[in-house]
């Protein structure tokens, strides 16, 4: 059985929301951050990064948010949530799927976590990275806003509900307590938030990983 190391609210939503909709039986494990459960030697075992999520499915270990996702659209292509190989939609899925770990989820581990990123006691250059960081944030934001009002349609491939689009909204939701506008409040990318919050699978996840409002 496909099994996912994961805790609420963190880089394990995506596949958790994806293992949910494509239907297929898995087991959840709860990896305490509050204890640092998943810097233990067990769990470095399994990834020696020491990030959560990981999903483990026989032999098979696999470490990062983007790659658990593109794993499981590769091996249940019933469930409809990426293109077909080597069409145009294809690599566009690619594309997003890397923007999305590469620019924008990188951007905001640096809001977060602005102290990895100067000397220890530079309570000055933690500020500056973090405003830099959210400022950067909400630029990538308005770009996401402007894709979605470029086509017009209800996903951010176009007519097709794919991976991408928990992706976008796990990442969405870690902007909801920004200073600056958050990604609910922009004009085409707070109702697509929505759209892919009302999915089934979506509630059920946030049901499972007792998330409280506001959701985005």
């Not at 659209?73 to 770990?101: I, N, S």
């Not at 402007?146 to 939701?173: F, I, N, Q, T």
Request: proline share 8%; glycine share 6%; with cysteine.
């Amino acid at each position: 059985m496909l099994q996912l190391h994961y805790y609420p609210s963190t880089a394990a939503m995506a596949p958790h929301i994806v293992l949910e909709e494509i239907g297929a039986p898995f087991q959840l494990v709860h990896v305490d951050r509050l204890v640092n459960a998943h810097k233990t030697p067990a769990y470095l075992q399994l990834n020696p990064n020491g990030l959560i999520p990981v999903l483990v499915h026989c032999d098979l270990v696999l470490y990062e948010t983007a790659a658990i996702c593109l794993h499981l659209c590769d091996t249940h292509p019933q469930a409809g949530l990426a293109p077909a190989l080597g069409t145009v939609d294809r690599a566009h899925f690619y594309k997003w799927m890397a923007w999305l770990t590469n620019s924008l989820q990188a951007t905001l581990i640096l809001y977060f976590y602005p102290e990895r990123w100067v000397n220890e006691g530079n309570t000055s250059g933690v500020a500056q990275v973090k405003a830099h960081a959210e400022h950067k944030v909400g630029a990538l934001l308005d770009q996401l806003d402007a894709e979605l009002a470029r086509h017009g349609k209800p996903w951010l491939l176009g007519e097709a509900y794919s991976a991408v689009d928990p992706y976008a909204l796990m990442l969405g939701r870690w902007t909801r307590g920004f200073a600056s506008p958050p990604a609910r409040s922009r004009p085409h990318l707070g109702p697509y938030l929505q759209r892919v919050l009302a999915r089934p699978a979506v509630q059920r996840v946030f049901a499972t990983e007792q998330l409280a409002q506001p959701w985005v």
